[in-house]
């Protein structure tokens, strides 16, 4: 079936540095798209989201990116504070308004150098 | 939280025996969900809900099953548990803006 996928499994940046994560999607017919934050313990917490008539959406100290074209997603944090340790998701649906469930990539984990 | 909340927390129970997890909310959301987070899979569907009384398979339902008899509680129950039925299950709603989780309940079965 479609899936969501993230292209790493880790990536590490040091504190203060913009973060970029990184998702591709399959299901071209797609419409929403979401990135979740998850910390240990926790269940995912909504961060952003887009959909599919908006290339670029900001909120605060992050942005998400989408390529329709390449079907890529990707999600920028600014200045990475340690805070932002966590293991990020992205999730899309072809029915944004609907009763349709998300699918969700594997999931990246940010690690943040002091 | 998004008014989302998640009974119990956790749960050891022993194989074959039935196990019911219940999500309740507090926000009137038409939409309620229940996903399962398992390492090397992340979070699948099991079965979603649309409304009162109208429920939906996932991609992995076998097994469960759901029941939502007011807007606000929606009841996953596992039949006969299984060790296979060891995960996190987390409940979800899905709004205007955008799709909410709850803390999620830690089942262990044994």
């Known amino acids: 079936g479609e899936s969501v996928g993230l292209h790493l499994p880790t990536l590490s940046v040091q504190e203060g540095d913009n973060s970029i994560i990184n998702c591709a999607y399959s299901n071209s017919a797609s419409d929403y798209f979401i990135w979740y934050k998850q910390e240990s313990g926790k269940g995912p917490q909504f961060i952003i989201d887009i959909r599919s008539n908006m290339d670029k ?12 074209t390449v079907k890529h997603l990707s999600l920028q944090i600014a200045a990475t504070q340690p805070g932002d340790s966590a293991v990020y998701f992205c999730a899309e649906s072809f029915s944004g308004g609907g009763a349709d469930g998300l699918t969700f990539g594997k999931g990246t984990h940010l690690i943040i150098q002091p | 939280d998004a008014g989302i909340t998640q009974s119990p927390r956790h749960k050891v129970t022993e194989t074959g025996t039935p196990v019911t997890l219940r999500c309740h909310q507090t926000e009137n959301h038409r939409y309620m969900y229940w996903y399962r987070q398992d390492p090397g899979h992340g979070l699948r569907l099991i079965h979603y809900s649309y409304g009162v009384k109208d429920t939906d398979k996932g991609e992995v339902s076998d097994g469960y099953s759901v029941s939502r008899s007011k807007t606000e509680d929606f009841l996953l129950t596992l039949e006969s548990a299984t060790s296979s039925q060891t995960s996190v299950y987390f409940c979800a709603i899905k709004g205007t803006l955008g799709a909410f989780f709850g803390q999620g309940t830690r089942l262990t079965v044994v």
């Open chain 1, 57 to 68: 959406r900001q909120g605060q100290r992050v942005t998400v990116l989408l390529n329709k």
